[in-house]
């Protein structure tokens, strides 16, 4: 993400105010980017009026894309500092038509709000955030209430130690899109690096096995690797943050501590019985989460609604 070029806000018609709309306002005056606010709409009682004409069908849902239009086009006013693009759609799936979207128009960027719950305070997301998630071939921030400082704290959150060559080309269009969204919102770059605990089985089960010899090991090459990545883009060390742990525990641990307002995390893209089966890391992640998150695919990737 060297330029946002193009920038679609998804917008939520259950909420009064828009944050995903101002957020890309904010990143469109740094970046120069146009923006297009997006909703999906699909009313369900179009599925009960099989017993009305196909015009009657079509003149039905027409006037409800036209009163959805009007209704956007007053949320757009509200921001009369920019010119902003509008496009309603009619889908029952809200993910495949802002997927269709990015696919066939070249959006550059997607911007969502979160929903956030009331007592707990904490980030949830739908089920239309995940299969953004896992299947959006562009770049998508998932967006709180809150305003970003000046001159705050993004955190990228890396596996340095991967040898996993997708992977580790992924830590770097993480630190790169990281430090552009960075030099757009004025704040300080961080990496966060979890490396795992000494294996309790193995400990018990091999006698000669030194579990302190090990974990010193272990931290030392996680070390290494994470200032070795951080040195190839000018992070200055006291801005890296190398702990033990699960990254789903030990990358929210830090975000919270720096008042992370945005946490950069590359995401494979699993779908299907190898994610119920495996699992994803980054899921886990993002789902303890308590602040913006901006979820990358390797470069190449190719979303499943375009095959």
Known sequence: MDAIKR??????PTKEQQHSLSRSIDLAKKSGATITAFLSIYDFSYEMTTMLSADEREAMREAVIKDRQEWLNEQIALYPELTIDSCVVWHNRPYEAIINTVINDGFDLVVKGTHQHDTLKSVIFTPTDWHLIRKCPAPVLLVKEKEWPAKGNILAAVNAVSENDQHLELNKRIIKDARFICDLANATLNLVNAYPATPVNIAIEIPEFNPGVYNES????????????????DIDQAHCH???????????DVAARLNSELV???????????????????????????????????????SPLAK
Do not use: W
């Open 218 to 233: 272990v931290k030392k090459h996680h070390f290494e690797s994470t200032l070795s990545l951080a040195e190839g883009f």
């Open 264 to 302: 950069v995390i590359g995401t494979v893209g699993r779908t299907g019985l190898s994610a119920a089966l495996v699992g994803n890391t980054a899921e886990h992640v993002i789902d303890s989460l308590d602040c913006d998150v901006l979820a990358l695919k390797p470069d190449g990737y190719v």
């Open 7 to 12: 920038i679609l806000a998804v917008i939520d």
């Open 242 to 252: 190398i702990e033990e742990g699960l990254p789903e525990d030990v990358i929210p």
